[in-house]
């Protein structure tokens, strides 16, 4: 196995798992190194949380995912999760255990949507580029860490 340390950046990536529900774990471990490579351990990270958040609310609310693709270009990463239901559900108050999803979706993203399509619907979240470190300089609203 290749560690991330290894690969050479990556200028460009597209994946797509029709089959998300099938093998939960598989999608994450094929794109953790390309995404490190392309976007930073870190923002790896953000991407793979949102897109674990996004499917996860697909799994619960719509039941079930069609597809989840993510692409990688210029800098930018985007996460789409497609599934059956063409409305966005109602969101209601977090519980302890539950609820975050969209939440925690927003806070790693830079933006995030979703829009109906001809067999239901895509939730999107975007990440533009690798975001500073602590000691980078930091955009208005951004905080450290």
Do not use: Y
Not at 4 to 17: I, K, N, R, T
Not at 105 to 123: N, P, Q, R
């Amino acid at each position: 196995m290749t560690a991330a340390h290894d690969l050479a950046p990556v200028g460009w990536f597209s994946f797509e798992d029709r089959c998300v529900a099938a093998q939960p774990g598989r999608w994450r471990r094929e794109l953790r190194p390309v995404l490190r490579a392309f976007a930073g351990r870190k923002r790896a990270d953000d991407v793979l949380l949102a897109a674990s958040e996004l499917v996860s609310n697909g799994v619960e609310h719509a039941g079930g995912v069609m597809a989840l693709r993510v692409t990688g270009a210029a800098g930018a990463v985007t996460v789409e999760v497609e599934d059956a239901v063409p409305t966005m559900g109602e969101r209601h108050e977090p519980r302890d255990e539950r609820g975050r999803g969209l939440a925690i979706t927003s806070a790693v993203s830079d933006a995030w949507g979703w829009h109906s399509t001809a067999s239901g619907k895509v939730v999107w979240a975007r990440f533009e580029g690798r975001r500073p470190t602590a000691t980078g300089v930091l955009g208005p609203g951004r905080k450290a860490g």
